[in-house]
């Protein structure tokens, strides 16, 4: 899917999405979609979109589909499956959407009830901004995403590109506004980076996310304690237990929650459970999802214990066509509502599927459940395996 924009991370450039889709048809004709959304490129977390779609193939369809389809029993089966945890997310995924079909209920009624937890029906959204060519170009940016209605403002930061545009965006916000800074782990402990980052903490915003390296909990404890700041996690939290590590250690006050970047939906829950239980901060963050992807991330937003927008613009903000229908829309109110209807609560448009989709790999009845008994064979390569369209 092309983007309208670049969007320009500390982490690379995305002109063009590529997107992993599951989607499960049940003997008995009920539906479940899914959405692997690694990134095209290693520089975020070692996980790509190519490797996720193989891993997919291979590993996680089959041993989903090897047993019991209850979510709760899929996620087990796919825990065993280790790093990969947007491949296993989005494989998970689908399974929970085809079990909330099957029970006529949407998906967040389901995820309600997993968890035992209320839900909202309008999820808050805040707006994401890429690192602009100017900062005239960031303040236009960041004019559209207020006169939009968002409730928050993210700003895209690295090493060079920080204080002198924050600054500039929070002179125009005034200090009521919600601002926060993404750094996608660009920053060190050197003296010339801490001096940025205490620069930054001196202008008010909601959190400083993911600052330093994806694997450094203990850099990110010892900034913490030298900041007012909240710092908030991405990339270094991808398990329950990174969570729990991080929150022992005091290397963050707000987590940043990707169902694929912890490994799925249960996952998701489990790390609700403990935000809301240790009233710390929480948002769920995006991944340049498509309609499909946002759709799963908006059910799970709007659950209770998520306390700050999340980044839930909608596709079409960054992509000219989206896979759904009705188009997945933000509210005058800079809020997202959550569909009532059963399952995914959106419509995948079958011409705006075909028209996106490079290739597509169908694993059929006895075949998909064959390969995934076998955990010690080596699986034979997918059927497909080129990059070409589908005519
Ligand atoms: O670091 O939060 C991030 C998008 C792709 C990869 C990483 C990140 C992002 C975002 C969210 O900032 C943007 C969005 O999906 O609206
Ligand atoms: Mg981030």
């Not at 209850?70 to 998970?92: K, W």
């Not at 060519?133 to 930061?157: C, E, F, N, Q, W």
């Amino acid at each position: 899917m092309p983007l309208r924009a670049p969007f320009v991370t500390g982490a690379g450039t995305t002109t063009e999405r590529r997107l992993v889709l599951v989607h499960l048809e049940g003997h008995d004709g009920a539906q479940g979609w899914g959405e692997i959304s690694a990134l095209e490129h290693p520089y975020y977390l070692p996980e790509t979109i190519s490797g996720a779609f193989a891993l997919a193939c291979e590993w996680a369809l089959p041993t989903a589909l090897a047993g019991d389809p209850d979510p709760a029993a899929v996620a087990e089966r796919l825990s065993h499956i280790r790093g990969n945890t947007f491949a296993r997310a989005g494989v998970e995924a689908a399974f929970w959407c085809l079990a909330a079909t099957r029970a006529g209920v949407s998906l967040q009624t389901l995820l309600s009830q997993a968890s035992g937890t209320s839900a909202n029906t309008q999820v808050v959204a805040g707006a994401s901004i890429g690192i602009c060519p100017s900062v005239d170009a960031t303040l236009l940016a960041v004019g559209r995403a207020l006169a939009s209605g968002y409730h928050r403002i993210k700003l895209k930061v690295r090493p060079g590109w920080d204080v002198p545009v924050v600054s500039a965006v929070r002179d125009h916000l005034g200090p009521g506004t919600t601002l926060q800074v993404d750094a996608n782990a660009t920053y060190s402990l050197a003296p010339e980076h801490r001096a940025a980052l205490l620069g930054l903490d001196r202008l008010g915003l909601a959190c400083i996310e993911q600052p330093l390296g994806w694997q450094d909990l203990e850099a990110h404890a010892e900034l913490q304690r030298q900041l007012s700041t909240p710092i908030c996690l991405d990339e270094s939290l991808r398990s329950v237990r990174d969570v729990q590590r991080a929150l022992e250690r005091g290397a963050c006050r707000s987590v940043n929650l990707k169902p694929g970047r912890v490994g799925g939906i249960a996952a998701s829950l489990a790390i609700r459970e403990i935000c809301e239980r240790e009233h710390v901060a929480l948002w769920c963050g995006g991944m340049l999802e498509s309609g499909i992807g946002r759709a799963i991330n908006l059910a799970l937003a709007s659950l209770s214990g998520f306390s700050e927008p999340g980044d839930l613009s909608p596709p079409l903000e960054r992509f000219e066509r989206d896979l759904v229908n009705p188009p997945y829309e933000l509210s005058a109110h800079g809020t997202v509502a959550v569909p009532r209807a059963p399952g995914l609560g959106f419509t995948v448009t079958p011409t705006q599927l075909h028209a996106a989709t490079l290739n597509r790999i169908e694993l059929v009845g006895e075949r998909a459940g064959e390969r995934a008994g076998d955990h010690h064979a080596r699986p034979s390569p997918p059927a497909t395996s080129t990059m070409a369209p589908v005519t």
